[in-house]
T-cell receptor, first 114, second 114 residues
Framework: DAGVIQSPRHEVTEMGQEVTLRCKLISGHNSLFWYRQTMMRGLELLIYFNNNVPIDDSGMPEDRFSAKMPNASFSTLKIQPSEPRDSAVYFC????????????FGSGTQLSVL | AQSVAQPEDQVNVAEGNPLTVKCTYSVSGNPYLFWYVQYPNRGLQFLLKYITGDNLVKGSYGFEAEFNKSQTSFHLKKPSALVSDSALYFCAVRDYSGTYKYIFGTGTRLKVLA
């Protein structure tokens, strides 16, 4: 298995543009987490899905952020419009449904909003 | 609400010396506790977890962690540090009695000096 796959690895965009980050889960995993990492705030949980259903989106900072799971193996995180303060590394991670299981992380998307 | 605290931003240790990276947690029920490591430009990787049973948990790369319920701590340890252990370490807690949110601490940078 190739692991959790995120694309793109790097994204540079201008303020106001729409940004879409993509994540492919490991086959057989049905829990999906989106995190944002910055020096100032560390690793923040943005949203958590289980079986394609959003369970907790309390970490999504604003309405400019939205996340979807159109199918069991794929998720997108969209920022529209983007702002410079959205610059961060965005990680997705997946696991099986069992609550004692570890997370498998993707390599992250480095987002820079100019 | 559940939370994790890593009181040290950075820990420096000489190669060959024992190392400890501290973590305390707060959950409403019994916790599932995890340690992850992050190398530069990579996603987080699982090191070890405590679910139940023996308070001393052994994990990857010679690391171990001790669960202390009375002190609500889960410190990461290694008897003899290697330069290659230098990385960013994250403690995490998952509250299985609620929404199964996976919450990470702010991270501790470990520097092992040759």
């Amino acid at each position: 298995d190739a692991g959790v796959i995120q694309s793109p690895r790097h994204e540079v965009t201008e303020m106001g543009q729409e940004v879409t980050l993509r994540c492919k889960l490991i086959s057989g995993h049905n829990s999906l987490f989106w995190y944002r990492q910055t020096m100032m705030r560390g690793l923040e949980l943005l949203i958590y899905f289980n079986n394609n259903v959003p369970i907790d989106d309390s970490g999504m900072p604003e309405d400019r952020f939205s996340a979807k799971m159109p199918n069991a193996s794929f998720s997108t995180l969209k920022i529209q419009p983007s702002e410079p303060r959205d610059s961060a590394v965005y990680f997705c991670a997946s696991s099986t449904d069992s609550s004692n299981e570890k997370l498998f992380f993707g390599s992250g998307t480095q987002l820079s909003v100019l | 609400a559940q939370s994790v605290a890593q009181p040290e931003d950075q820990v420096n240790v000489a190669e060959g010396n024992p190392l400890t990276v501290k973590c305390t947690y707060s959950v409403s029920g019994n916790p599932y506790l995890f340690w992850y490591v992050q190398y530069p430009n990579r996603g987080l990787q699982f090191l070890l977890k405590y679910i139940t049973g023996d308070n001393l948990v052994k994990g990857s790369y010679g690391f171990e962690a001790e669960f202390n319920k009375s002190q609500t701590s889960f410190h990461l340890k290694k008897p003899s540090a290697l330069v290659s252990d230098s990385a960013l370490y994250f403690c995490a807690v998952r509250d299985y009695s609620g929404t199964y949110k996976y919450i990470f601490g702010t991270g501790t940078r470990l520097k092992v000096l040759a």
